[in-house]
């Protein structure tokens, strides 16, 4: 394409829109010929562009509004979110890229939108962690060719050095990024709500279960059942402090010295017994966390 790339850049949040688009207006790359509020009024507008940078959170999680403009539109999404079942939904909706907002590199987003000029998908970072954390709790499956491409793309490397990595030709490299946004698109919108739980069927107790006691055991079925922290504390009639003491004690008792939101939630998923496939769970991240588990 000749030219620069015409952009339309929707976000709800005036001083983030204008940010953006000051930045995308200095690169000779980018013409942003429309900045827009909501949807409806990207939808009102007559203005033409190749690619739109949309705010997830607009239109108040519509989803409706926002499946249409990723359907219509090559389109980048970036939103304040930081669960997975929220950036690989995006995927699996149609955007061609999805990025954090509020952290958002100006590099990272130019990428992303020039990608999606050449209807390409981009998988930023954090689309890969997510798109690990999907495998990891059993919604999604990925080949070893894929899982190291994503861990190395997770880590921030550059495309061409994580193909490399992974032992990926340029070829492949392009064919099992497609086969990886194709199995986002192929999946069904409610396996990625993000209080969707897939009860396992008869297994072998959690390790290191025996630790944990009942009080805490129902602490985690809540977490992992999508209640948030505030409301376990409301439902068992106890103090956030008391909660937050509960689940400092838990980490203890398995020996984690830190783990991130995703991944206490996945321990918690764990040791409920609300995981479809609870040994590669353990042995893909679980494991890997606890003091002297292989």
Not at 158 to 184: H, K, N, Q, Y
Request: proline share 5%; aromatic share 4%; glycine share 4%.
């Amino acid at each position: 394409m000749s030219g620069p790339l015409a952009v339309a850049v929707v976000d709800a949040h005036a001083a983030m829109r204008d940010a953006i688009v000051e930045t995308l207006d200095a690169d000779a790359r980018f013409e942003v010929v429309l900045k827009a509020y909501d949807i409806p009024s990207l939808s009102a507008s007559t203005a033409e562009f190749d690619v739109c940078l949309l705010d997830m959170a607009v239109d108040g999680h519509h989803e409706d509004a926002v499946a249409e403009v990723l359907t219509q539109h090559p389109t980048v999404v970036w939103t304040d979110r930081v669960d997975w079942q929220i950036q690989v939904r995006a995927l699996a909706m149609g955007a061609l890229s999805v990025l954090p907002r509020a952290a958002g590199h100006p590099d990272s987003v130019a990428t992303a939108l020039v990608r999606a000029g050449e209807g390409e998908a981009h998988l930023s970072p954090q689309l890969a962690s997510a798109l690990l954390d999907a495998a990891a709790s059993g919604t999604l499956i990925w080949s070893d060719p894929q899982t190291a491409l994503l861990t190395e793309l997770a880590y921030g490397t550059r495309p061409d050095v994580a193909s490399e990595r992974a032992g990926l030709s340029p070829a492949r490299f392009a064919a099992e990024r497609s086969a990886i946004v194709a199995a986002c698109r192929a999946t069904p919108l409610e396996r990625l709500d993000s209080r969707h739980v897939v009860p396992i069927g008869s297994m072998e107790r959690p390790r290191l279960i025996e630790r944990l006691t009942e009080r805490q055991i129902q602490i985690l079925a809540m977490l992992a059942d999508g209640y948030s922290r505030s409301a376990v504390a409301a439902e068992l009639h106890i103090s956030p402090k008391t909660l937050e003491s509960h689940l400092a004690n838990v980490l203890v008792k398995i020996h984690v010295a830190r783990a991130s939101t995703a991944e206490r939630l996945l321990l918690a998923m764990y040791f409920t017994e609300r995981h479809r496939n609870p040994h590669r769970l353990w042995e893909t991240r679980i494991g890997g966390l606890i003091a002297g588990e292989e």
